[in-house]
């Protein structure tokens, strides 16, 4: 189960996320996000579950502009696994990139 509670104040709106955020509840707060204004926070502080595809969500916002607040670590290190296997899974894109993946797996 997830509680959202939201305010907002001077242009930014806080979304405090409370529980276990699974898929399910990706809808829910993707609408949350959109209704309001461009700035927001999301404040993990009480949240006590995620699954993979929360993870992945949480790390697209960021990279978005989203600020992540109290964010567990066990949520920050997943999401920094998540960033480093979505980049090793892109292809290079230039010849210099290549070279610096070759190079990278001959020191494994």
């Avoid at 930014?12 to 926070?41: C, M, S, W």
């Avoid at 699954?51 to 916002?61: N, P, S, T």
Wanted: with cysteine; proline share 4%; glycine share 8%.
């Amino acid at each position: 189960m997830l509680r959202i509670e939201k305010n907002s104040q001077g242009g930014t709106t806080t979304i405090r996320l409370i529980g276990h955020f699974q898929a399910e509840y990706l809808g829910e707060l993707k609408n949350q996000l959109e209704d309001d204004g461009p700035e927001f926070v999301l404040d993990l502080k009480e949240v006590t579950i995620v699954d993979v595809e929360v993870v992945r969500f949480l790390g697209a916002r960021e990279a978005e502009g989203v600020k992540i607040v109290h964010c567990p670590q066990y949520i920050r290190r997943w999401m920094a696994r998540e960033r480093t296997g979505l980049q090793r899974a892109l292809p290079p894109t230039n010849h210099h990139d290549q070279q610096g993946a070759d190079h990278a797996k001959d020191n494994i």
